[in-house]
């Protein structure tokens, strides 16, 4: 009987299909053709696929990109794996369990199980769940190959990570390349970095598996699209194709470029399906689109959310609710062309992958260890219309609850805004004295700005938003805030909507006659839920790691071994890395010194002479707070290696404060800083076109 209903719910199917699931950073709801018909917004495969698909209206993700990733391997609801988007460098090592970034590295993921049924399995893209131990790569966790960036984001062009792409700066001050791969004889970075436009690797990555696929086997292939994501880069002759867009102001630029972007990622997801037909497999696949959160609307995001409120990095509709749909031959024909109204979660297709390769979903090896326990409902009887819906609620963060058709927010909520559908990202009205300007809108920084009181001006971010917690803000900024609300003031149990009735979030009904007992029981639920909250002390960034990745030859990679002990000793018997990664190397000799980088300079390489290292020249320019600039370690001949003042009492954070929102502010006023800044500008020889970043408070 088992077999038989296998058999019905996947039409024609035999065979376990193959899986092709497509991961979008960033993408907004309005920037895909079946929720916008505007001539700017170009996804033709996209809109075909839905046709012979079914659309997922109310799939929900996390805010923002590591959390989501996250519970999409895991099966978990963020809150039970990884709920913050911290730095991948950090890592606690009193905790073997809990204490890293991502997830941890008992937790099963979804390439392993499938692996249990027969599954070859391969991913290319966006890892950004964790990279500090060899136990907590692609190729450890169940993926046969792997070619991809273990951070949030890097350059399209160099692959590094520059402050101006990724907001962020590393006890590394941020000197190494960001490619990886791995495959069934080899781990280490990739040649190929660099050498061209990155989805342009990536795709070729992933159609190379498509080819050399062993038909007879089902494939589980995941393409973790670097796209949509900042920084806005993408060759020239992609922008060219929206040159009839009329420029009002800064913010229509970085429209046009983000367009540019949705149109490319489109043609990509067009050769990987045509590639899929060449080799016969189309009709035996379930290909899945998801966005990781909703679409940006801080500048230079220049994502559309509308209808929907706010985005990604909030709690609202615009920030949570993604763009979602299934399509390919393993979809039933009765349901194709439908659109599915029951609420789903992005930990549910841990859940289902494991329902159609017929494997047990529960995970046992990470329940041993005190971890929690798979979350994800099975949607498959939704999608093939055997049932409405599979769950009553999603667990959408510590600080919102859905529940049904309400939907429950607590806290001060940041990106407080309505999305306008084109002109430019909010509503307002540009050009109503005349001349066109950009309207206001939301920085990285400003969109969590509290307003000034006497004791200053302070950020309402926290850590489940970002790597470090916001701090104070300039008094002279303070014009450019304004976005926040809070949802629990005096007397306030939090912001209640209706989000079927209005999912624009427009009403808040928590005043209205016959809520209140709702919203009381919501948050109830809610206050259960956080009690099962997974939160350990994932560390603090160590300069360990900077040594390993020099021994890398400048690239970032695990730097901790499956027992959470480092890959090579500090200190101790072992040959030193290679002087190779030195920015600047001073009377070469065969033993030298690494100095601590500066965040412009690099690395300055000096001889070691006696035991004693030969001074370095002049102060260097650094980023963040307690930065160990004195920490140095060997490069060269000899059997040992030693590094010397590389902790300090107090860990290293780089973060928001005042000093450092007036450099920002200054550097973007200025078009003719790359977005590879302070790196070499490598886009333009790559016939990349990218826009130069606006004022990112």
Same mark, same amino acid.
């Given at each position: 009987m088992i077999f038989g209903f296998c058999f019905f719910i996947l039409g024609s199917l035999s065979a376990k299909p193959n899986i092709f699931f497509i991961l979008v950073d960033d993408y907004g709801w309005n920037n895909i053709g079946y929720h916008n018909p505007s001539k700017e917004v170009s996804t033709p495969n996209?809109?075909?696929?839905?046709?012979?698909?079914?659309?997922?209206?109310?799939?929900?993700?996390y805010s923002e990109c590591s959390p989501s990733r996250s519970s999409i391997q895991s099966g978990r609801y963020p809150n039970h794996v990884n709920a913050v988007n911290v730095d991948p460098l950090r890592y606690n090592p009193k905790d073997k369990i809990g204490g890293f970034p991502g997830v941890p590295p008992k937790m099963t993921m979804i390439p392993a199980k499938l692996k249990q049924a027969g599954y070859e399995t391969g991913f290319t893209g966006k890892w950004d769940i964790g990279m500090v131990t060899t136990s907590q790569t692609p190729r450890a966790k169940g993926y046969d190959r792997f070619l991809g960036y273990l951070?949030?984001?890097?350059?399209?062009? +160099?692959?590094?990570?520059?402050l101006l792409s990724v907001g962020d700066v590393d006890i590394c001050q941020s000197r190494y390349v960001d490619l990886w791969v791995e495959n069934a004889t080899y781990s280490g970075p990739s040649s190929e970095a660099g050498s061209r436009y990155e989805e342009e690797i990536f795709s070729a990555h992933t159609l190379d598996i498509i080819s050399n696929h062993n038909t007879s086997k089902p494939l589980f292939m995941f393409h973790a699209f670097h796209l949509i994501h900042s920084p806005l880069q993408v060759p020239e002759e992609w922008l060219q194709n929206f040159t009839f867009m009329e420029i009002k102001g800064r913010s229509d630029i970085l429209r046009r470029q983000y367009n540019a972007m949705v149109q490319y990622m489109d043609n990509e997801v067009g050769n990987f399906v045509q590639a899929l037909k060449d080799r016969g497999m189309w009709d035996n696949t379930?290909?899945?689109?998801?966005?990781?959160?909703?679409?940006?609307?801080?500048?230079?995001?220049?994502?559309?959310? +509308?209808?929907l409120r706010g985005g990604k990095l909030s709690d609202w509709e615009g920030g949570v609710r993604v763009n979602a749909f299934v399509s390919g031959g393993a979809i039933p024909e009765n349901v194709r062309g439908t659109k599915v109204e029951g609420l789903s979660h992005i930990s549910d297709w841990y859940t289902t992958f494991c329902g159609l390769a017929e494997v047990d979903s529960s995970d046992k090896p990470a329940t041993d260890v005190g971890l929690p326990d798979v979350d994800g409902v099975d949607i498959w009887p939704m999608i093939t219309a055997q049932k409405q819906s599979v769950r009553d609620e999603v667990y959408v963060s510590r600080y919102t609850l859905i529940s049904g058709d309400m939907k429950l927010i607590t806290g001060t909520v940041p990106f407080t805004h309505w999305s306008g559908p084109t002109y430019p990202n909010n509503t307002c009205s540009p050009c109503a004295s005349g001349k066109c300007a950009d309207c206001p809108q939301p920085g990285f920084y400003s969109g969590y700005w509290l307003p000034c009181t006497k004791e200053g001006c302070f950020s309402a971010r926290n850590t489940d938003a970002t790597s470090d917690v916001g701090g104070q803000y300039p008094r002279m900024y303070e014009h450019f805030g304004g976005w926040t609300l809070n949802c629990t003031g005096p007397g306030r149990i939090g912001c209640l909507f209706n989000i079927t009735a209005d999912q624009g979030e427009h009403i808040d009904l928590i005043k209205q006659p016959g809520y209140e007992e709702i919203a009381i029981r919501m948050q109830a639920r809610l206050k259960d839920l956080q009690k099962t909250n997974f939160d350990p002390d994932r560390g603090q960034q160590t300069y360990i790691g900077c040594i390993q990745f020099f021994r890398y030859g400048g690239f970032y990679g695990p730097f901790l071994d499956d027992n959470g002990e480092p890959i090579n000793a500090v200190n101790g018997k072992g040959s030193p890395p290679s002087c190779d990664v030195c920015d600047h190397a001073w009377n070469k000799s065969d033993s030298m010194c690494v100095h601590y980088p500066g965040f412009k300079k690099g690395f300055t390489c000096t001889p070691y002479v006696?035991?004693?290292?030969?001074?370095?020249?002049?102060?260097?320019?650094?980023?963040?707070?307690?930065v160990p600039t004195n920490a140095t370690f060997n490069c060269g001949a000899g059997d040992t290696s030693w590094a010397r003042d590389y902790s300090l009492p107090k860990s290293f954070t780089f973060g928001e404060n005042p000093a450092f929102d007036i450099l920002q502010q200054n550097l973007a006023k200025s078009n003719g800083i790359s977005n590879e800044f302070p790196f070499a500008d490598v886009c333009k020889a790559e016939g990349v076109a990218e826009q130069p970043f606006p004022p990112h408070i």
């Open positions: 996209i809109n075909e696929l839905v046709k012979i698909g079914v659309e997922l209206d109310r799939h929900y993700a951070h949030h984001a890097n350059s399209y062009c +160099s692959q590094r990570i520059p379930l290909l899945v689109l998801v966005s990781d959160n909703g679409g940006p609307t801080y500048t230079p995001g220049a994502a559309s959310n +509308s209808p006696n035991g004693k290292c030969v001074r370095s020249r002049g102060p260097i320019e650094t980023m963040g707070k307690n």
